[in-house]
């Protein structure tokens, strides 16, 4: 299912007036690569040609977490983790983009 939605996204980077502070390349296996751009706010999730919008949401779970309706994503350390349902994709940061 992720990489379904992953696939279904819009754009390759984010509008400039949404003033994403961090650039981040993650490495998801045999899945490919992803970016997320993020401020304290907002996170985008940018898989090839296509992107999604997430919101920052407060936790007392570990990392920085951004969802959507249908989406989670966590970010604690140089780790990525994305939950869809029942489906979970892990992923490790390779450098910053």
Do not use: H, K
């Amino acid at each position: 299912m992720i990489s379904l939605t992953l696939a279904l996204l819009l754009a390759m980077t984010s509008p400039w007036w949404e003033d994403y502070e961090v650039r981040e390349r993650f490495l998801c296996g045999d899945r490919g690569g992803l970016v997320v751009e993020r401020n304290a706010s907002q996170a985008s999730l940018i898989s090839g040609p296509a992107g999604i919008t997430l919101f920052r949401e407060s936790s007392t779970e570990p990392g920085l977490r951004y969802r959507n309706g249908e989406m989670l994503l966590v970010l604690w350390g140089d780790n990525l983790t994305l939950e869809q349902g029942r489906s979970t994709l892990r992923c490790i940061r390779t450098d910053q983009a």
